[in-house]
């Protein structure tokens, strides 16, 4: 799963993905995990938006350089270093997810999202 991803590789533009059709039970109360590694060619520090309704999740990637391969998961903590966030407790039979790039020191801009998955019942 962390090999591919989508990208808006421009601070003006974002990613939107929209899931739609989730059927009852699970529009009670589920958990969307969102996954962001993408790939770097250099070791550099990367800020993004993740944002699903009005939960957003600020994110610093640090991933080592490209010749480094993917190590593992680690959750982000709020405006922290990782490769995942977890939107708890989401409601509804759809919802709309926006990954935003922002510029990092160096520059470059980028909010990959390599995969999601939705877990029920929240909390699980």
Same mark, same amino acid.
């Given at each position: ?5 989508? $990208? ?22 589920? $958990? ?6 993408? $790939?770097?060619?250099?070791? $550099? ?80």
């Amino acid at each position: 799963m962390m090999n591919g991803y989508l $990208d808006p590789r421009a601070t003006a533009s974002q990613a939107t993905i929209t899931v739609i059709g989730l059927a009852s039970p699970i529009s009670s109360g589920y $958990d969307v995990y969102v996954y962001c590694f993408g $790939d770097m060619t250099s070791a $550099d520090s990367r800020p993004a938006r993740y944002t699903i309704g009005s939960t957003t999740h600020n994110v610093v990637r640090t991933e080592p350089p490209l010749v480094t391969r993917f190590s593992g998961y680690t959750l982000a903590p709020e405006a922290g270093a990782g490769n995942y966030v977890v939107f708890k407790n989401v409601t509804g039979a759809s919802f709309k997810l926006t990954a935003t790039p922002e510029a990092s020191a160096s520059g470059a801009v980028q909010a990959p999202v390599n995969g999601i998955r939705v877990v029920y019942p929240s909390g699980s």
